[in-house]
Structure formats: C-alpha cells, structure tokens
C-alpha cells in the first residue's frame, strides 16, 4: 500500500500480471505492482497459479532494481575509436538502423546474403521478442543457426527413451512419497520445483533425494544427499537398475507390457553392481544400496531430471540411463511417480507466422551457435566452407560471456572487417566489442507470450509500463530493418504483437485468442494423466520405451540440419544404458575437473549487473576441497590460475568441502572484467561437439593449477 503526503492515507497500488521472461524452466505467473505509467514496485509470483503457488526466486522478485537500473542503456551508441577501447557516440535510431541496413547490404553484395548471420538465444523466452529474427534471417536468406548451447543432450538423451519431450505433470510433485531430484540445484535455478517437493515433505513425509556434485543449496535441503563425480551419473542409474533387477523390485510386468528389451537390458547390467559404480562415481557401496531400496519400496518415486548433469560430453547417455530407470521399476503407473523433465511437446503454438518460415530456404547453411568463436576466427569447417561472417545482429544473447571457448569468440568479435550490431539493455561483454549498440525494452514494457518447459501453462506477457522514449523492442528493430532491407512485404511482417499472438492463439484453438488469454491469464495445457505418464504408450509406433535408442536413426527435439549430419564421436554411444568415458576425464596434466554451475542470484549472465545480486554472490571464487587445499599449501583468498588448452583464468580461493577431492566449482557467469585479468570462466570451457547431436559440456573441463608460487 502507498501513502499520499501529510494527510498519511492509503493510496491503492495498481497489479499488473505478467510472465518472468527469462530462461528458466518455471516461467513463473508474476503479479507487478505499478506505481506509475513507468515505475514498478514489488513484483511477486502468482497466487492463483497452481504451479508458481506464489512463490518467485529473490532476483525476480527484485526486477525494480534491474528495470530501473542507472546503468541501463538507454541511446543508440556507435564506436568511436578501435573495437573494444569504449568510445562512443550518440546516433539517433532511424541513422543508426540505417548503418545496420547498409553494412548488411554490402556484406550481401560482397559475399553473398550467408555472410551476414543474424544470432540470437533466450535472453527472453517471449516469442514474439525472441524468436521474430528468424523472420529476417528467412525473408533475406541469411545464415541460419543451430541452437546447440542448451537444450541438446538432455532433450536428445529424454527423446531417444520416451519418443517425446513431456512427463509426469511437475505439480504431482506434491503428491509424492519419494523425490529424486538429479542433477539441477533447484533451490537456485527452479525454485518452484522446491515449492511442491517441500509441500510432499510436510504433508505426506516424503523423502527427498538429490543427486550432484557438490553440496549447493539443493543438496542441504535433502534426507539423502549423493554426491558423485562429474559425468558419473549413468553408472549410478545402471547400478539402481541391476539392484532393482537382483532383489526383484524391477516391475517386470511394467516392463513386459511398457517397454523394448527387459531381457537384454537385465542381461547387460548383470556386471553393473553397486561396488563397480562405486569406483566410478566416488559413492559409497552402502549409499547406492540404500537409494536403490528407498525407490524400490517407495513406488510413488518421481525422479526430477535437471539439465546440469547432461552438460557433459556423456550427458545425452547419462539422462536416457537415468529416465531409464523410473520404467524398470514401474513408477510410471503411479500419481507422484514417473519421471519429469521437460513438458516442451504439451504447448501447440505454432511459431510459423511469427518466424517467417514461410522463407526458410533448406539449401541455406546452418552456423553452429555454441561455435561461434571457431566460426567468427573463419575456421572452415565451422563455415560448412562457405563465406566468412561479415556482419551480425545480436539480440537476447551474451556470447563474449557465456559462449565456450571464450578466447576464440572474442578474436573473432574484434576482427575490423566484421560489423556487428548489438540490441541490448545493459553494455554486456559483447557490446563492449560491438560497432554499434541499440537500447531494448525489457519485459515490463511490451507484449509478449510464454511457455515453460519445466511446467503446463501458456502466460501472457502483457505491456504494463512505458518504456523509456529512447528504448525500443526487438520487434521494433526487426521491423524496420525489413522495411529498409526490401523485404516487407514477406509474410509475417506488418503484423504488431498482439497481433502476431492472436493469431497464433486462434490457429491453435483458443477461440478468443489475445484478449481471452488476457482475461485468463494462462492456459494449463498439461495433457491428461494416462498421457503424461505413457500409460496409453510411449511415443514411438510400438509404443515401448527404448532401452535400446537409436542414437543415429531417431528423430530430436533439436537434431540438426542434414546437412550439418550428426555431431561428436557417435561410436562411442552404448546400445543399453551405461557409462561411458566420452568425458574429459582428470590426467597427470591436468588433475582436477571443473564445473562451472549456475549461481543463485545470476541467471547466465544476466542480474550480474544488479548490485542486490552482486552483493549477495560476493565476488568470483574457486571452490576447491580441504585436501587439495592442503596438498596445494593454498588457503581462502590466495590466487590460483587454473587452465588447459584452451587458456587460463586467475582467480582467488575458497577452502569448501562442498565437493569431492579433485573437482573444482566456480559458481556464476560474472561479467568478464569481474575477473583478475579481464576474462571470464568460459575461457577453460570447450566448444567441440557433444554426441550424436552437439550441445556445449559445460561442466566438463579438466584443468590444471598453479599457485603463485609456482
């Protein structure tokens, strides 16, 4: 409530709803407080949704502070000086789109329209906002992009076993005796997960379990934490399976009626025990025996797959060894039980009219997006041997901070002979590089749609403050760059917002389109219970789950172009579950591995510019274990450089048991220049493709250190 003056009466605060745009599985329903046509207040989770249940992660509810932020961009600036110095001067928006339109003219007539390569990803998850420059990229036949940085060994490893990306509706969580949650730090990065886990606790006594690799904020929340080595994971699931298969709490009839080959997979784990995943993984016999008897007398278990445990270069065998193991012992058949990871397949939008698919050319080439340093520095492999990349429209992404091989990315960014232009709300480590950089709006201040992978609803977005008069949306620039590019008229453009969303509402049978949704405030697409939990088949034509998968043959979420064909070293890939050491495992040259994981109060690198989240995460630190420590001569504070092939980062210590001996964690994409010497954690993370269908292994990286001493 607000007060007005002396007279200290209370003045109605106005709610606006919206949609946390940012790229988080939960994609929580937001309620705003609007203090006036450009200022926010308070903003909280919805109430009313039955999955956000009110509850909001500390960054969002903070947004006031990142929409009000004195540092936020808010004019047209073109370099002055060398890329990278900071000089910089004002441009008015219609001479600086202009100078996007002309340079991209000249590359087109130079090399031809593949050299300019529009490259975009999730800084919003809205998609009208995000995904409306694939429009221009289609109309003018410009470079396409695999989306390879994310999603691509979870959804590959989830697809090949089930045959469709949902599960077990995310709210039955609370309905649960048994909650194994795997490989994501949900206290951090999906907090409504915790929401209903904790609820299940209170109500029913529910175990929780949490599987990671280190004791982060998820960790110290659960009965039964089991903390594993980096890229281990499937060599747990197979030792679950063969105890399920030897004590026979295997659902053999679930496995005769749901699944492909029980009798080869049984067969297969027979030398998977406890005591070799033990060797494995770093846990103890007795932990892996007593979550495997947890589970098998526990049949309302629902195993909540994560993303960080697939950011390894074994990470799509690790998540189909993992989903495996929920049908070896019948969890699907019950409410609370099953499996969850994405519900991306539930949602029935159509982006088509939105992306201007209508233009997609399939002769044209696909850049791979987690490659950008080797395609930037004109590797051609990287470049399918086409042009080289002359000029580049950025929006809703971070490369020079968030992309691997971060050295190669920045070369590529300072060449004098690639433009590129940056629509951004703060000066980020890759606008610092850019010829030019254009203002944007954020959430708050336009229309937009969403959907969340990790729950059931549709939300809208609606535009509930004004943004700054300087500030425009990337619908705005996408718009009037086709104006000038001569491509108008194509299908898709012309069109505002909303009505791009009623469109695409109507289309997929929402009758009332933008202003029902309006008035509703989302739609709950979560497919009926039998549906969701592959009672009436899993989604392949024998309507068997696969312990077998067709790692090559198989359809993706995200497989590649044909023409870019499958990624990594596909041999490698097992017939069954299994662990395999595709990894880069720790040798005498490098004895640790490192993990760069997410931090609580950053999102990528985004909130790394609030000062509540910095000050919250402090500074960048290196969590590094009691024994190494002492083996080091190393204690909190001192500067280490850790580094492999692909460079070295300095950075000061903290003495943590929070992870296993040899494994270090860095936690948070801070910007770069937070760093000693001006370069960012992904400096040491790799860019070569992942198996069978690419993605960036984050959080697997073997290194070395060095102490200032020596």
């Given at each position: 409530m607000r007060y007005h003056g002396a007279m200290n009466k209370p003045l109605p605060v106005a709610i606006g709803h919206s949609a946390c745009p940012h790229d988080c599985p939960s994609t929580c329903a937001l309620d705003v407080e609007i203090l006036e046509n450009r200022t926010i207040g308070r903003v909280r989770g919805a109430a009313a949704n039955d999955y956000t249940a009110g509850v909001i992660c500390a960054k969002v509810a903070r947004y006031a502070e990142r929409i009000h932020h004195p540092d936020r961009l808010m004019t047209p600036m073109q370099r002055v000086g060398a890329k990278g110095e900071g000089g910089w001067r004002e441009i008015g928006w219609d001479a600086a789109l202009d100078l996007v339109a002309e340079t991209f003219l000249e590359a087109e007539a130079r090399y031809g329209s593949q050299a300019v390569w529009p490259y975009q990803y999730a800084g919003t998850m809205g998609l009208v906002q995000r995904d409306g420059i694939h429009r221009l990229r289609h109309a003018k036949r410009y470079s396409g992009q695999f989306d390879s940085i994310c999603t691509n060994m979870a959804w590959t490893g989830w697809f090949v076993g089930a045959g469709a990306m949902r599960g077990a509706d995310p709210r039955e969580l609370a309905q649960s005796d048994c909650i194994v949650i795997w490989g994501t730090n949900a206290v951090a990065t999906q907090v409504n997960v915790m929401t209903h886990a904790a609820r299940a606790r209170k109500e029913r006594g529910a175990r929780i379990v949490v599987i990671d690799i280190y004791d982060n904020a998820t960790m110290k929340q659960a009965d039964m934490a089991l903390k594993l080595r980096p890229g281990t994971d499937a060599a747990l699931a197979c030792a679950l399976m063969h105890v399920a298969f030897r004590d026979g709490t295997a659902d053999r009839d679930y496995l005769a009626r749901y699944t492909d080959d029980p009798a080869g997979l049984e067969a297969h784990l027979a030398t998977r025990t406890p005591e070799w995943a033990s060797a494995i993984t770093g846990l103890a016999v007795e932990a892996i025996e007593a979550f495997a008897a947890l589970v098998g007398r526990t049949p309302r278990t629902f195993f909540r797959l994560g993303y960080g445990f697939t950011r390894q270069r074994n990470g799509a065998v690790a998540m189909h060894a993992a989903m495996s193991v929920p049908a070896v012992y019948g969890n699907w058949r019950h409410e609370g039980g099953g499996a969850f990871h994405s519900n991306s397949d539930i949602f029935g939008l159509d982006k088509s009219e939105i992306?201007?698919?209508?233009?997609?050319?399939?002769?044209?080439?696909?850049?791979?997006?987690?490659?950008?340093?080797?395609?930037?520095?004109?590797?051609?492999?990287?470049?399918?041997?086409?042009?080289?990349?002359?000029?580049?429209?950025?929006?809703?992404?971070?490369?020079?901070?968030?992309?691997?091989?971060?050295?190669?990315?920045?070369q590529g960014l300072m060449r004098d002979d690639l433009f590129t232009c940056v629509h951004e709300q703060f000066m980020t480590d890759t606008a610092k590089l850019a010829d030019l950089v254009l203002p944007a709006t954020m959430f708050l201040e336009h229309d937009d749609i969403y959907r969340g992978g990790g729950q059931n609803h549709i939300v809208l977005g609606s535009k509930l403050v004004d943004p700054p008069e300087t500030v425009r949306t990337n619908h705005f620039v996408i718009e009037e760059l086709a104006k000038r590019l001569g491509v108008a008229d194509h299908p898709g453009f012309g069109l505002t917002e909303r009505t791009l969303i009623d469109n695409m509402l109507k289309a997929a049978g929402d009758a009332e389109g933008f202003d029902g949704l309006q008035r509703e405030r989302w739609i709950d697409r979560q497919p009926p219970f039998a549906q969701a939990h592959f009672l009436n088949g899993f989604a392949w034509p024998d309507g068997r789950f696969r312990f077998k998968p067709d790692w090559i043959g198989s359809a993706a979420p995200n497989r590649p172009p044909d023409s870019m064909g499958p990624q990594g070293p596909v041999a490698g890939l097992p017939e069954f579950p299994d662990h395999v050491t595709l990894i880069e495992t720790a040798d005498a040259a490098h004895p640790y591995r490192l993990a760069t994981s997410p931090a609580r109060q950053f999102l990528n690198s985004t909130f790394a510019e609030t000062r509540g989240s910095r000050s919250r995460e402090g500074a960048p630190e290196l969590l590094l274990h009691p024994e190494d420590a002492l083996r080091e001569s190393l204690g909190d504070g001192e500067i280490v450089t850790i580094g492999n092939a692909r460079g070295s980062v300095r950075l000061p210590v903290k003495v943590s048991d929070t992870a296993k001996p040899g494994v270090l964690i860095h936690e948070g994409l801070w910007t770069n220049t937070d760093f000693l010497d001006g370069e960012g954690i992904n400096v040491l993370t790799g860019a070569d493709p992942v198996a069978p269908f690419g993605g960036a292994a984050f959080h697997d990286n073997r290194v070395w250190l060095r102490t200032a001493r020596g």
């Open positions: 992306m201007g698919a209508a233009d997609r050319d399939p002769t044209i080439r696909y850049l791979d997006q987690s490659r950008i340093g080797a395609v930037l520095t004109c590797d051609a492999a990287s470049l399918s041997d086409g042009p080289p990349v002359t000029a580049m429209l950025i929006q809703n992404t971070n490369p020079a901070n968030v992309c691997p091989e971060q050295r190669l990315v920045r």
